[in-house]
């Protein structure tokens, strides 16, 4: 009897509290309901089906990308100004660049309660560089002591010191390799995901800001529900109660969503809508650089175009004689800043003072004197082309870039149009291009560095046309080993100047990144790698 | 009947094989190299990619390739996405809705168009149909993804009366207007075959005949002249469900309606053998029973055709 009344009077004063509770919640002033609502609140945002099961290591493209980001927290994460700020790193440190010394910070967990130790890191990042494990985001490591292309080989430059510490041993110096550290592909796993990944990469255990709804959260080319990870340490904790991303196969459904309320975070607009989108979303709307870099390559192998006098003339040539200012006007309605260097303007270091960016400014008079110049040397015959993947919306620009070096250089210049980014890629692979191809790059990280060295490097993955010089490569390698981050910009500042003078690459525009939000939510900030700060939104 | 409907049934096999055959060679002909392409302007290690091609057994000539593939689906396995998932599962996912889609698609197609076409045989000449005439040249002449945009925006973001996109589950309401977007074109067809045929009919000995033997209007028209009307638009139904399947590529893109469409596009983008070739083949046999099921219609409204040994 007593012990009934007393569970009676337990449910009577919790009855009463949540009645409290609930009143309270509705009576306090506006700013406080605004907070209540807003942190249980699920944003919803666009993104596509990820290509690979979600392993940090082998997610390169941008629809996994931003999911792993959302449920991994590795050493460090970036601000929106592209800098980075500790997450599960407690210091990362190093007196040569060379030899690097991490140490976590203690008490993070992964979301099954596992600890995240430096056997987390040291762990995960040896099974994304063994070559048997086929991850797309091995070579990120190809940097550390004891990495292999060629065989499966453990990182031997890894080594862990206890529990919260490890050491890295890198096989040359690299000033700013604290910067990668935010990259998808550094993130920790925990046991229980090395154990079983098939399992993991369907349904992943994280430790970021946000975990999976449920098992089912993932629904195949659908969407995925994410809510906020309590047990969350790092820096990105979530205003709002969780994230459900909807794949969508074209720009335009996802545009039509947003207009019609059914979504409220969009970070891309589709060409339909540059013209109109900023009038009709006012303040809403987004439009600034992004880490992305566009152009097109000249193969030095094309007749008349090799790294001598002549191609050197005819590559400054038609460089000048592009108008890119009317171009990103015209045909991408402002979307697009005309480019002054390689790197993007979202990237420390860059520049427009460039020796050689004048190389880069619409100049007709001077681009027909270096042409007729070039013909001095050997006449050229023939059409200029530049190919592009039809299954890429590049046909708009090309036509007019070509059209634009016809109409100056009085010479044919088309597009020439592939199906598919693998057949483009197919030609560019075995060095068959009767012509110029276009070319771009979307940082991974927030560094110079990474602008440069994987495209124009000799022998580097994305090298596609073979560029080769040996002072560009040099003066990459000084500014790798730089001891201080302005010594290492001048460097790479330099090695632009040589990539300016040989032009291989053309540069073109930086992308910029065109969201809009509706009025259901605010603080839509874009991260220096176009996708919104999702932790900072709130919604009503 | 039952022995022509089993001899039908039959010649699918070859024609499944041949399909699949022709398709798979299609694919393996696209340029360039699948794996090597996933991952844009960041390649992976060349032994990375080796081994990518190697589980997907890209790395065998393309006879091979294709045995291993039918081999496989004698047990019961369809290969395998690039992204590690089976193709079973995705078909089973994506065909319920493309072919909820496609049905809906052909009972708005049928009814109006019947109804509408029906009205303006019998009023030949007159406002309405003359109406219908105009309305059904438009609709024939306006491409689908320009009416899908337009329905989208005044349906969807103007008023507000339906979805701007279909939700993953792709329940019926939602699928409206999309197939209304999606019968448009065969629509216009239905109501121009049904208005010829029923004013053919009203001229008709038979129609004549029955009148004079006093039936009533209602009667005739039922019975006599629309019966008979319905075997050329039965014929345009049966093929038009192969086609608003194809079709469906469009509207799925513009509503975001994760089905048949969609996934074929993806996977020939990507060079998914496999995918493909499942996905088609299954619309093949779709294609081919729905074309049985109307040559058996065909005896049931005319029954002058029968179908013996």
Redesign the interface.
Known sequence: MKIKKLGLVAVALAAASALALSGCASDTGSGSTEGASSSSAIITTNGSEPQNPLLPANTTETGGGKIVTSIFAGLVSYTADGEIENEVAKSIESDDAQHWTVTLNDGWTFTNDEPVTANSFVDAWNYAAKLSNAQGGSYFFDNIEGFSYDADSELTGLKVVDDLTFTVDLAAPEADWPLRLGYSAYMPLPEAGLADMEAFGENPIGNGPYMLASDKAWVHNEKIDLVTNPDYKGVRTPVNGGLTITFYATQDAAYADVQGGNLDVLDGVPDSAFETYEDEFGDRAVNQAAAIFQGFNIPGYLEHFGMDEEGELRRHAISMAINRDEITDVIFQGTRTPATDFTSPVIAGWTDKLKGAEFLEYNPEEAKKLWAEADAISPYTGTFDIAYNADGGHQAWVEAVTNSIANTLGIQAVGKSYPTFAAALDDREQQKLTGGTRAGWQGDYPSMYNFLAPLYQTGAGSNYEGYSNTAFDDLLAEGSVAQTVEDATAKYQAAQEVLLKDMATVPLWYSNVNGVSSEAVDNVVFGWDSVPLYYQITKE | MLWYTGRRILQMIPVFFGATFLIYFMVFS?????I?????????????IE??RA?YNLDKPFIVQYLLYIGGLFQGDFGTT????PVS??MA??FPITLRLALLALFFEAVAGITIGLIAGLRKGKIFDASALVVSLLLISVPTFVVG?VL??VF??QL?WA???VS?DAPFNELVLPAIVLASVSFAYIVRLTRASVADNLNADFVRTATAKGLSRNRVVRVHVLRNSLVPVVTFLGVDLGALMVGAIVT?????I?GVG??V??AV?L?EGPTVVSFVAMMVIIFVVANLLVDLLYALLDPRIRYAK
Request: avoid cysteine.
């Open positions: 696209l340029p360039g190299d699948p090597a392409a996933l991952y844009g302007d960041r390649p992976p290690a060349p032994e990375v081994q990518i589980q690039y992204s590690g998932r599962e995705v996912e994506a945009f989208q925006y969807g973001v507000g979805r701007t996109t993953g799925e893109g513009i509503f975001n994760n969609g996934t596009y993806r983008q060079g």
